[in-house]
């Protein structure tokens, strides 16, 4: 089992950055494919970014392209979100996932989730 905690979350101004983490435990992630969703409050949780193992290559929903970048470093265990030039109506929940096989848009399809950091953005 992979258990997948986020940090970074928090209080920011629109337009400002943040950088969210998501450290692994249990297992190396080294050979899965990462990812992290979004959840606003009433909707369902999107996709956001998505990376294979290799770093080779990366997903970003339309609405985040060339404003945040995921990355990871299997050497810590860890996956990145960064964050840059945050608008109000991408607050919510960010969820940290993580499955064997290719990246997928489907949240049902993703095995591991973390617990969750809450991301508020005001204006």
């Known amino acids: 089992q992979v258990q997948l905690v986020e940090s970074g979350g928090g209080l920011v101004q629109a337009w400002c950055s943040l950088r969210l983490s998501c450290a692994a435990a249990g297992r190396t992630i080294s050979s899965y494919c990462m990812g992290w969703f979004r959840q606003a409050p009433g909707k369902e949780r999107d996709v956001v970014a998505a990376i294979n193992w290799s770093s080779s290559s990366t997903y970003y929903a339309d609405s985040v392209k060339g404003r945040f970048t995921i990355s990871r470093d299997n050497a810590k265990n860890t996956v990145y979100l960064q964050m840059n030039s945050l608008k109000p109506e991408e607050q919510g929940v960010y969820y940290c996932?993580?499955?064997?096989?290719?990246?997928?848009?489907?949240?049902?399809?993703?095995?591991?989730w973390g617990q969750g950091t809450q991301v508020t953005v005001s204006s």
């Open positions: 996932v993580g499955r064997r096989e290719t990246v997928t848009l489907a949240a049902t399809e993703w095995d591991y």
